[in-house]
């Protein structure tokens, strides 16, 4: 259940297209999926969370779907702004502890 | 959401002294508190596990001794950095959930430790 953090990959988007980040969670007995923004120099800050006992929940702005079969996490941010610049983590709950993956550099482009 | 508060956000220390990180729950009680070390460019890596009135649980490669971690409380979790080496410099981020499985964990705005 541990992630390795190399280099974060950079997404690049336009100011109002729709933003897709993914990500491979490790752990099949992991039950509660939390996506969280992180900006530089400040903690994670929560986004929206999923249960392991749905495949999709929606908040504003932002869908998370979850594909149990190929451990996959997505996150879809509808109209990017340029506040959403930050990275993005996914975590897993195992065993009641959060594990991140490796994370996502979103770009939003004026 | 709740409020989680980590001091200090900034710290330097000379090598081979110690330092202590606190974690505070503001206005929840934090049955289980988490304790992350992040390197720059890179994720969070979770190093422990604290549960109130109990020891805490490290991960696989973390030092114990090293990573002192008391939870006394049901709002206050410390992290000690123990004999600091420049090589323990690095962003310490706590979190706190409240009890049950499938909660959220709130994050603390992090330490940044550097030392000379």
């Known amino acids: 259940g541990e992630s390795v953090g190399l280099h974060l990959p950079t997404l690049s988007v336009q100011e109002g297209d729709n933003s897709i980040i993914n990500c491979a969670y490790s752990?099949?007995?992991?039950?509660?999926f939390i996506w969280y923004k992180q900006e530089s120099g400040k903690g994670p800050q929560f986004i929206i969370d999923i249960r392991s006992n749905m495949d999709k929940r929606q908040g504003q702005r932002v869908t998370v779907l979850l594909n149990k079969t190929v451990k996959h996490l997505s996150l879809q941010i509808a109209a990017t702004q340029p506040g959403d610049s930050a990275v993005y983590f996914c975590?897993?709950?195992?065993?009641?502890?959060?594990?991140f993956g490796s994370g996502t550099k979103l770009n939003v482009k004026p | 959401g709740a409020v989680v508060s980590q001091h200090p956000s900034r710290v330097i220390c000379k090598s081979g002294t110690s330092v202590k990180i606190e974690c505070r729950s503001l206005?929840?009680?934090?049955?289980?508190m988490f304790w992350y070390r992040q390197f720059p460019k890179q994720s969070l890596m979770l190093m422990a596990t604290?549960?109130?009135?109990?020891?805490?649980?490290?991960e696989q490669g973390v030092e114990k001794d090293k990573f002192l971690i008391n939870h006394a409380s049901l709002t206050l979790s410390t992290l000690t950095v123990t004999s600091a080496h420049p090589e323990d410099s690095s962003f310490y981020i706590c979190?706190?959930?409240?009890?049950?499985?499938?909660?959220?964990?709130?994050f603390g705005q992090g330490t940044r430790l550097t030392v000379v």
């Open positions: 752990n099949s007995a992991s039950d509660y």
């Open positions: 975590a897993e709950n195992t065993w009641n502890k959060f594990y």
């Open positions: 979190s706190a959930r409240r009890a049950g499985g499938q909660t959220e964990a709130f």
């Open positions: 206005d929840f009680q934090a049955t289980t």
């Open positions: 604290s549960n109130e009135g109990s020891k805490a649980t490290y």
